[in-house]
């Protein structure tokens, strides 16, 4: 199993609701990522997560909150959340330690409005 | 600070020419480099990689890249393109490390006329 899996596909929110991204996968990677990617733009990383610990965290704002429960879940909690969050939001695993490439899911694509 | 460029935004081929898609990387020692093609509301699929050794790598669907030190680039081929490559394809590197930091280069839309 070669698969990074998200659900959902797509989710539309107001800006007070509290909704959840997931992640997952089954190739026994350690490190789990999550970008956020606009339109015709590059993905920016947000989050990574290396053995469970959130290692690296790219200044989000707090009304983005990750969780990555065990080594093959990584969830995105998202509350209050504002239009120009509007986007496509990727998530990526990788081997982990000495391990470069990163293999992505299919994305949800979200909407708040 | 390492960073990547690809200097085309937008390609376009016609079905059965040749390709080649350029990048650009800034990075002192040396880079561990990807490319990666994105199809309209998906993913990242990884085409191929440059870690060390043989500096023209081999990927999936009949890509390959050609690492250069001298010029500073990795540039993406493909002798013979399809109407299904059509796709966004992104250039990265690794930027710190740990290895768990990828910089994407902008982007370089190719189109492909029948």
């Known amino acids: 199993d070669t698969e990074v899996t998200q659900t959902p596909k797509h989710l539309v929110m107001g800006m007070t609701n509290k909704k959840s991204l997931k992640c997952e996968q089954h190739m026994g990677h350690r490190a789990m990522y999550w970008y956020k990617q606009k339109a015709k733009k590059p993905p920016e990383l947000m989050f990574v997560y290396s053995y469970e610990k959130l290692s690296i965290n790219e200044s989000v704002p707090s009304r983005f909150s990750p969780e990555c429960p065990n080594s093959s879940l990584l969830n995105l909690h998202l509350h209050a959340l504002q239009p120009e969050d509007s986007a496509l939001y990727l998530c990526a695993s990788s081997q982990g330690r000495n391990s470069y490439e990163q293999y992505f899911g299919p994305g949800t694509r979200l909407t708040v409005t | 600070a390492q960073s990547v460029t690809q200097p085309d935004i937008h390609i376009t081929v016609s079905e059965g020419a040749s390709l080649e898609l350029r990048c650009n990387y800034s990075y002192g020692a040396t880079p561990y480099l990807f490319w990666y093609v994105q199809s309209p509301g998906q993913g990242l699929q990884l085409l191929l990689k440059?870690?060390?050794?043989?500096?023209l790598v081999q990927g999936i669907k009949g890509f390959e890249a050609e690492f250069k030190r001298s010029q500073s680039s990795f540039n993406l081929r493909k002798p013979s393109v399809h109407w299904s490559d059509a796709a966004e394809y992104f250039c990265a590197v690794v930027t710190n490390n740990a290895g768990n930091m990828l910089t994407f280069g902008g982007g370089t839309r190719l189109m492909v006329k029948p």
């Open positions: 440059y870690f060390s050794g043989d500096t």
